[in-house]
């Protein structure tokens, strides 16, 4: 990939225009190719998907897959796709966006097993019920969304994995925004309340060319 022609933080849509750019016979390039013709999702929300689910699915099998705040549920896809010992994924968000059924029926058309195993949910982050076995995802759920969709698996004993963006004044500092600036505070504040919680964490950054929000918080309970 030559970031310097085809930047993956672009937020252009992936159209057939950009089948060329995924040529090979890889995971990732099939994804890639279906995406595309789907005509419809912003670039950087498959790299973004794909760094984040590899890098979950190294350390969380099984258990069903709850994307939260999921936009097009192209993570909850990717979740089933890198390990298909999970019964099925959810994908919850206030309001999923109509292109969603494209990504999902351009998915199906290549890995039929995902046909009846990815339900979309339009409903409240915090209406949606959580259980112990699920793995709990989200990317760039906004502000305090992230926060949300901690305390909701925490509250279950899941585990989970979100990759934060727009820390805003909502959002716990800890006090630390005299030593060090106010989004870093706002994680360091969440993996402390994790731990607190008697959740093991791990920290993880995706690839900054992506995007900049690149911090990857994966905790279980200990």
Known sequence: MNTRTFSPSSGNR???????????????DRV???VCHAGCLPRKELYEAWETARRVRRVFRG????????????LAHLMLLLDDTSPHAVAVDRRTPPSGAAVHRRLAEVWPRL???????????EDFEILPDDVVVSIHACGRLTDVVLERAVAARARVAVLPCCHDDACDTAGLTGWIEPA???????????????????TQTI????????????????
């Open 207 to 222: 690839p900054a060319a992506i995007t900049a929000k690149n911090r990857l918080i994966v905790a279980a309970p200990a």
């Open 115 to 125: 046909a009846d195993r990815i339900r979309i949910v339009d409903g409240t982050l």
């Open 63 to 74: 258990g069903r897959i709850v994307d939260l705040a999921a936009g097009h549920g192209l």
């Open 32 to 34: 890639g190719r279906a």
């Open 184 to 202: 870093l505070a706002i994680d360091v504040a969440r993996v402390h309340r994790l731990a607190a919680a008697g959740y093991r964490v791990r």
């Open 14 to 28: 992936l159209t057939d225009r950009d089948l060329a750019r995924f040529p090979g016979d890889t995971l990732f």
